[in-house]
C-alpha cells in the first residue's frame, strides 16, 4: 500500500473497495476523484484510465451532454433530481455497451470543497430477468387466448354435424318404426340420447371458451343482494332438500362482474346441497379480510372431497360421484367458477374432510379488474 496515504486515506481506500456496489467521487465540475475496485469492473476502466477526467464519460447521449449544465443548474439553484433522491440511469461502459443502473448520489464538504458521491449498481441481470418473465407472461396469455379460440371454433363446428346425427336417428327411428325390431329402434334411441349429451358437453365447451373471449362488464355489486337474490332463484331446490342457506356477516361490496359472480355463488351453492347427504344441510357464506384481499368462502357439511382430488375437481368435465346418478352432472361447474375467478384476478381453493364437509374459498381482486 502506498506509504505516503494519510490513514484516512487508507481507511476511505480499504471501505471503498470492499463494497459491493462500484462507487465513485467527482468534484463540483465533475472530475472523477475516486473510481472503488467494483465500478472499475462494471464499467470496465481502471481508476487511473478514468482518474480527473469528467465523469460523463461513463454515460451516453443525452446524458452525456446534459450533465454539466446539470451540475450547474444544482450549484447555481440547489435544484436536485438525483442527489438524495436515486434513481435509474442507462450507463455506458469503456467498450461502448450501454446498461441501465441503479444510481444514488450523496454530497459531503471535503476541506472546503464539495464533493459527490455516487453508489452505482449494475441491474442488467435483473431487467433481463423481469423481461424473461414478461416474455414468459405474454406467452402464457396467448396460449390461453388461442386455447379458448380453439375451443370455440372447435366447438362451434362440431355442433352441425352431431344435431346432423341426431336428426338422422330420429328420421330413421319414425320412417321404419314398423320395420326395426324392438332392439333396432332402442339403439336409436341411446344414439339421439347420446348425441343430445355430446350437445351439451359441446355447449359446456362453448360456454367455457365464452368465458375467456368477453370482456367482463365490472360494477360495484353488493354482495349481500346477490345471495338475497339466489336464495329466491334456488328457493325450492333449498326447501325440497332441507337445506338452510346463512351468512356469517355482512357481506362488502366488491367491483366485479355481476352476471358472473352470481354464477359463482349460485354454482357453489348448488355444490353444496347436491353433494350433501344431511337430513339438514348447512350451507354458510362469509369472507375474512386478508391484508387488500377479502378471502370469501362458502362452506357445507356434506359427502366432502378426498384432498387427493382438491386440485382435480375444477377440470372441465371432472366428476367425483359417477355414480349417483341422482345428483349427475356435467362436470363443468367449477370449472366455470374458477375461471370467472381468474378473470377476476382471482384464486381459488378448498379444504374439505371426507364425510364432514367441504369449503370452496376465493378471493377477487378487484383493483386489478
Ligand atoms: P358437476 O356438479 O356438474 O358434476 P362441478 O364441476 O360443479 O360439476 O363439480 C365437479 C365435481 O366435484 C362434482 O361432480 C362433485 O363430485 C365434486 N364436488 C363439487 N362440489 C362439491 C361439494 N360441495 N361437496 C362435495 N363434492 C363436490
Not at 28 to 43: C, H, L, M, V, W
Not at 323 to 349: A, C, N, P
Amino acid at each position: 500500500m502506498n506509504t505516503s496515504l494519510s490513514d484516512k486515506d487508507i481507511l476511505l481506500d480499504t471501505v471503498m473497495n470492499t463494497v459491493i456496489d462500484g462507487l465513485i467521487i467527482i468534484d463540483s465540475d465533475g472530475s472523477i476523484q475516486r473510481f472503488n475496485t467494483a465500478a472499475e469492473k462494471i464499467f470496465g476502466y481502471s481508476f487511473d484510465e478514468v482518474r480527473g477526467r469528467n465523469v460523463k464519460m461513463l454515460m451516453p447521449e443525452p446524458y452525456h451532454s446534459e450533465h454539466d449544465g446539470y451540475l450547474h443548474n444544482y450549484a447555481r439553484t440547489g435544484d436536485r433530481k438525483i442527489i438524495g433522491i436515486g434513481r435509474e440511469v442507462t450507463a455506458q461502459r469503456k467498450d461502448g455497451s450501454t446498461f441501465p443502473m441503479e444510481l444514488g448520489v450523496d454530497q459531503m464538504q471535503l476541506e472546503g470543497k464539495t464533493l459527490f458521491v455516487g453508489s452505482i449498481r449494475d441491474i442488467s441481470e435483473r431487467r433481463q430477468s423481469e423481461l424473461t418473465i414478461q416474455n414468459y407472461i405474454s406467452q402464457l396469455e396467448r396460449s390461453n387466448q388461442e386455447l379458448d379460440d380453439f375451443a370455440y371454433i372447435a366447438s362451434h363446428d362440431l355442433k352441425e354435424p352431431i344435431r346432423g346425427l341426431s336428426n338422422n336417428a330420429q328420421f330413421l327411428l319414425e320412417d321404419f318404426e314398423e320395420t326395426l325390431d324392438e332392439s333396432g329402434c332402442a339403439r336409436l334411441q341411446r344414439m339421439i340420447l347420446l348425441c343430445n349429451r355430446m350437445e351439451n358437453l359441446i355447449d359446456d365447451l362453448l360456454y367455457f371458451s365464452r368465458l375467456g373471449r368477453q370482456e367482463l362488464a365490472v360494477q360495484d355489486v353488493d354482495l349481500n343482494q346477490v345471495i338475497q337474490d339466489i336464495e329466491v332463484m334456488l328457493e325450492q331446490t333449498l326447501q325440497e332438500n332441507n337445506a338452510v342457506l346463512s351468512i356469517s356477516q355482512v357481506l362488502p361490496t366488491v367491483f366485479c362482474d355481476l352476471p358472473r359472480i352470481t354464477e359463482v355463488f349460485r354454482n357453489l351453492i348448488s355444490n353444496a346441497i347436491k353433494y350433501n347427504k344431511n337430513t339438514e344441510k348447512r350451507v354458510t357464506i362469509g369472507y375474512t379480510p386478508i391484508g387488500e384481499d377479502n378471502v370469501f368462502y362458502v362452506r357445507d357439511n356434506g359427502i366432502g372431497i378426498d384432498p387427493r382430488f382438491s386440485t382435480e375437481v375444477f377440470r372441465i368435465f371432472k366428476r367425483l360421484n359417477q355414480e349417483d346418478e341422482s345428483v349427475r352432472g356435467t362436470g363443468v361447474g367449477l370449472t366455470f367458477v374458477k375461471k370467472i375467478i381468474e378473470r377476476h384476478q382471482g384464486r381459488i381453493w378448498l379444504e374439505s374432510e371426507p364425510g364432514k364437509g367441504s369449503t370452496f374459498y376465493f378471493t377477487i381482486n378487484t383493483a386489478a379488474v
